[in-house]
């Protein structure tokens, strides 16, 4: 049995349906992310976890245990805000200390555990217990929101877009700190962004949504080389999506354009159906082939020097590649509007709907 | 040219302002002939019938605050999480009293709560004083709920409520330990107010025939000269301090000087 079970959550405002159908289920200790564009219903699915949403159909199960009747402040769900918000008339210790103190546990227990939930996020009490929010950053802000939610060891964390309201790179560290934290202690955790790499990279399982469907759920390495839809392939990464017509369906011969290519692979469609491809731009390379590659011909439009990659948007035959390479300093970049060379292997052709 | 005519607007300001209160701070200390005394100020303040309205008024002006805090607070809470759309229509009830005379009001009273109605609290001293009470509440709501809820916007309610909730917060805990200490400022603010209002309010109080501070002020202006401007110079000092205490708690309350940041 999972440890959190969704089952044909519904929930409209108005006429409006924001969340359609949605089910999963979450074993204990997952990591799952929520991922998707504003306004797919993905914090509404948090909400009605967290009981600040009751769902108009459906049933929501912790530990076997039906939710729904229950208010918030009984579920034991803790929760982490985009706008982290802490308590501003209470310290950091007291901040921490509140959901232990609203549970009525001692005031020794509570003064431990507000210590090593501290300890856990790298804000030792004796430095930062008696500060306030404002007299610390948005990330450390982000981090006692963290603890306070944990500090009453709840059995499910919620995390409501956390990183978003913060600067690039104490994002990148936070979310690595997250995940750890998260491992260390075990807790099952729905974790809600728009952000494809912060979900790719923390979590155990992606849940893509889309216009309040759950387009996809997997592994982030399924969700990314194997995308079950269109929405997903297109939402999830940089994708150069292209149409083909299926030639053979066994042996994966396929029409590009009047352009023949081989997947040796077993399609989804009959001979004679359209199919959607499409290509990741680190499955293009630039210049001659290896014997099975496929090429084409066509002309750089813009380059973008991203560090350690460099991003070439090529236009092949009127359709736009997006193409990734590894910088290197003794291979400099073409120049917009100079002729190059792509190739592929056809191993690397995403069916999208596969 | 336009700093000094700044200047001398400033300058005009400040002598129309300042000038009846110096004449009659200064004409209060002539009680005693041909030399300044506070011997008018000695002679309300051994006044035994100044300390019993005193009393009585900075009694009813508690009774009215906390009255207030409770029906203020929960209301403009409750009206910012769970009925933003109801806001407008709040704020009309909340500003009537400023266009409803208060002997319109307290005529009203007597009307409804008098002997012979089915509450009768005209009939006792203590029910008389519960509608005054009252009617100090409603005269007080306009300040009250301004404060509370200028407070309460600059509290982000629904996050910091969901935020509790989600620790296990009951709607009481919500409110007494991070609604109520979060807009504690603006409370005090309104808690001052509604004091200063209620030690000057006379109409409700004579009407009711109640042995409050501003009667007291009326009658003592009947038959003396000193001592009626000694008082209405207490009675400023009185709204002075409570002013200054606004400030002074704004400024010690550490969390909210933060966010005024």
Same mark, same amino acid.
Request: proline share 6%.
């Given at each position: ?61 912790? +530990? ?50 507000? !210590? ?32 306070? !939610? ?10 409501? +877009? ?120 680190? !499955? ?54 100079? !002729? ?15 | ?11 005009? #300001? ?19 002939? #041909? ?23 900075? *009694? ?14 929960? *209301? ?113 603010? #309104?808690?001052?107010? *509604? ?18 501070? #501003? ?47």
């Amino acid at each position: 049995m999972s440890h959190l079970d969704l089952q044909g959550l519904q929930k409209s405002f108005g006429a409006n349906r924001v969340v359609r159908d949605f089910s999963l289920s979450i074993d204990k200790g997952e990591f799952v992310s929520l991922l998707g564009p504003s306004g797919c219903g993905k914090t509404t699915v948090l909400r009605m976890v967290a009981g600040f949403e009751t769902p108009d159909t459906g049933a929501i199960r912790l +530990e076997g245990r039906d939710l729904i009747p229950l208010r918030t402040n009984a579920r034991n769900v803790g929760m982490v805000f985009q706008a982290y918000a802490l308590f501003p008339n209470l310290t950091v210790a007291q901040n921490v200390g509140f959901g232990l103190k609203v549970a009525g546990v001692p005031r020794q227990e509570t003064a431990e555990r507000v !210590a090593e939930m501290l300890d856990l996020i790298g804000l030792p009490v004796g430095d930062f217990g008696s500060r306030y929010p404002f007299q610390l950053s948005g990330g450390q802000q982000q981090r006692v929101a963290l603890a306070r !939610a944990l500090a009453p060891r709840p059995r499910v964390l919620l995390l409501d +877009e956390p990183l978003s309201a913060l600067d690039a790179k104490v994002r990148v560290r936070l979310r690595s700190e997250i995940r750890t934290i998260q491992r260390h202690l075990g807790i099952t955790t729905i974790f809600v962004t728009h952000d494809q790499e912060e979900a790719l990279s923390i979590s155990d399982r992606v849940v893509v949504m889309n216009a309040g469907i759950l387009e996809q759920a997997g592994t982030p390495f399924e969700v990314y080389n194997h995308p079950a839809t269109a929405f997903v392939a297109s939402f999830v990464g940089t994708l150069t999506p292209f149409e083909a017509r299926v030639l053979e369906s066994e042996t994966g011969l396929v029409d590009v354009s009047g352009r023949r290519l081989r997947l040796g692979r077993r399609l989804p469609r009959a001979a004679g159906e359209a199919l959607t491809l499409a290509l990741r731009p680190e !499955a293009l390379r630039l210049g001659r082939p290896e014997d099975e590659a496929i090429q084409l011909s066509g002309v750089a439009r813009e380059v973008e020097f991203m560090g350690s990659i460099i991003r070439i948007r090529a236009e092949v035959g009127g359709t736009p590649f997006v193409l990734d390479t590894f910088n290197r300093p003794d291979a400099p970049p073409p120049a917009p509007g100079e !002729a190059v060379d792509i190739s592929f292997s056809p191993r690397d052709v995403i069916v999208v709907g596969a | 040219m336009t700093r000094i005519a700044a200047w001398t607007i400033f300058l005009l #300001g400040c002598i129309y302002f300042a000038l009846p209160l110096w004449g009659m701070t200064e004409f209060s200390l002539r009680m005693r002939r #041909g030399e300044y005394s506070f011997d008018a100020y000695a002679s309300i303040l051994s006044n035994p019938e100044f300390q019993r309205t005193f009393l009585f008024s900075v *009694t009813m002006a508690l009774v009215t605050i906390v009255v207030g805090v409770l029906l203020v607070v929960p *209301t403009a809470f409750w009206v910012r999480l769970k009925m933003p759309e109801l806001r407008p229509f709040v704020e009309f009830v909340t500003l009537l009293p400023l266009v409803i005379p208060a002997i319109v009001v307290v005529f009203g009273y007597i009307r409804l709560y008098n002997t012979g109605s089915w509450l009768p609290l005209t009939g006792t001293a203590m029910g008389t004083n519960a509608l005054l009470a009252m009617g100090y509440v409603m005269l007080a709501l306009p300040y009250m709920y301004r404060a509370v809820d200028t407070g309460l916007r600059a509290v982000d309610v629904p996050t910091l409520t969901e935020a509790a909730q989600s620790l296990g917060a009951g709607w009481i805990t919500i409110l007494g330990r991070v609604i109520l200490p979060n807009v504690l400022t603006a409370v005090l603010s #309104g808690a001052f107010l *509604t004091f200063a209002i209620v030690i000057g309010e006379f109409t409700m109080a004579a009407i009711l025939n109640r042995p409050a501070f #501003g009667p007291f002020m009326q009658r003592l202006g009947q038959d003396r000269a000193y001592e009626p401007t000694a008082l209405a110079v207490i009675a400023f000092v009185i709204t002075w301090a409570c002013m200054g205490l606004i400030s002074l708690v704004a400024r010690t309350q550490k969390h909210t000087r933060a966010a005024g940041r």
